[in-house]
Nanobody
Framework: QVQLVESGGGLVQAGGSLRLACAAS????????FGWFRQAPGKEREFVAS????????NYVHSVAGRFTISRDNAKHTVYLQMNSLKPEDTAVYYC?????????????WGQGTQVTVSS
């Protein structure tokens, strides 16, 4: 089992930045890929970014490429999502996930989510 706890969400104005963190515990070595997803009200959950635990492969959805950066700190068992130049359409609940599939899944473990709200 892997437990994931997200933090760092909040309210920010358009153009601002936030850094989300996903602290992993349990059998973290059993998961090869960590991802960030988001779900806006009335919309389906969508893939945002992923990174392998080895850190040698990252992927982004087109809409965040160049603005968001995913990274990991193996010693702290934490995955980060640095979000810059935020837009109102980035408003969503952001979820961290862990698994052994491809960049977009499937994922076996999910966090509880953290709310990101971007005001215009």
């Amino acid at each position: 089992q892997v437990q994931l706890v997200e933090s760092g969400g909040g309210l920010v104005q358009a153009g601002g930045s936030l850094r989300l963190a996903c602290a992993a515990s349990g059998r973290t070595s059993s998961s090869r890929v960590f991802g960030w997803f988001r779900q806006a009200p009335g919309k389906e959950r969508e893939f945002v970014a992923s990174i392998t635990w080895a850190g040698n492969s990252v992927n982004y959805v087109h809409s965040v490429a160049g603005r968001f950066t995913i990274s990991r700190d193996n010693a702290k068992h934490t995955v980060y999502l640095q979000m810059n130049s935020l837009k109102p359409e980035d408003t969503a609940v952001y979820y961290c996930a862990a698994g052994n599939g491809g960049p977009r899944g499937p994922y076996d473990y999910w966090g509880q989510g953290t709310q990101v709200t971007v005001s215009s």
